[in-house]
């Protein structure tokens, strides 16, 4: 029997960015329809009924190691599925989506910091380079190649929302290792569910406060597309990827996500296409290059 190729974690890695970039246009384009706290618990109800026809008969198997795992699945839960959704929908009601791009893109440092000075882990000269890299090219998009534009940026309230999302996008990248030795199926079913039990007490909070949904068509797709897309299949690949490459690596690979931000916008909300965009997208790349390249 023919053994199936292998697929590379970093095309892993890249998809997973490729599906949340449109996680934050979707966001941010209904952010009058879709209020946070509902836009992250309807796209795990989405998820959930995606993920439990492939994940039941691994949840039985693997069932006694993720009943003894039920601490760290709630953590999982909190962190990855639950809270870092609803701070990325929060911070995008008050900011606009390139300051939140921009802030997302200061995961991997954050997970190369957190490494650093609780883990002890060493960052080599070449790792370094490819961070530091890679950040000047989203800094260039983000600044549409003026430095002007870097200075005129302001911190409000969703940006203060969007580096709490960092902070925990980070501890549940770095706490992947930690996860119980079951089918990777069963183990996003699990830390889905466990997110839903976090989200659920807010998401009633939030209704009671007179933030409701609003079901048009547009906004039904968005909670699919969010729940199939960047929840369901991103978060597939994202744990594949983390698990064969390590945190800090993996990590890099979402200074991506504005790269394919301005790459979406540009072919769902015509916009022009500009010389900083190429710069910005090639040092991402570069700085990826520098930090995957297997030393001899």
């Known amino acids: 029997m ?16 490729l599906l949340w970039a449109g996680n934050w246009i979707i966001s941010r384009a209904f952010r009058g329809e879709l209020p946070p706290v509902a836009l992250s618990f309807w796209r795990w109800v989405v998820a959930v009924l995606c993920l439990l026809p492939l994940a039941l008969p691994h949840v039985r198997r693997d069932w006694p190691q993720l009943r003894a795992a039920w601490p760290w699945l709630l953590l999982f839960g909190a962190l990855g599925t639950g809270g870092y959704n609803v701070l990325v929908y929060g911070g995008l009601q008050y900011t606009t989506a390139i300051n939140g791009m921009l802030l997302n893109s200061f995961v991997p440092i954050m ?19 490819g961070i530091v890299v890679s950040f000047v090219g989203v800094l260039s998009i983000v600044a549409h190649g003026e ?13 203060f929302w969007i580096l709490a999302s960092v902070l925990a996008w980070s501890a549940y990248t770095l706490l992947l290792s930690k996860r119980p030795p079951v089918h990777p199926l069963a183990f996003l079913a699990a830390i889905s569910v466990t997110g839903l039990f976090f989200l659920f ?27 199939v897309g960047p929840a369901f299949l991103g978060y ?13 690596r ?9 790269a394919f931000g301005i790459v979406l916008s540009m072919i769902f909300l015509d916009e022009e296409p500009a010389l900083y965009h190429a710069i910005g997208i090639g040092l991402i790349f570069a700085g990826i290059g520098l930090n995957t390249r297997r030393t001899k």
């Open 2 to 17: 023919k053994t199936p190729p292998r697929i590379s974690p970093y095309l892993l890695l890249t998809l997973a960015n």
């Open 111 to 129: 997970i190369v910091l957190i490494s650093w000075l609780m883990l002890g882990k060493r960052l080599h000269g070449r790792e370094a380079a």
């Open 147 to 159: 430095a002007q534009r870097l200075r005129e940026l302001t911190l409000n309230i969703g940006d």
């Open 201 to 227: 007490p807010f998401y009633v909070w939030e209704m009671a406060q007179g933030h409701r949904l609003i079901a048009t068509p547009g906004s039904i797709a968005g909670i699919v597309y969010t729940g």
């Open 236 to 248: 597939i690949l994202w744990n594949r990827g983390v698990a064969e490459v390590g945190a800090a």
């Open 250 to 258: 993996a990590g890099l690979f979402m200074h991506l996500v504005p």
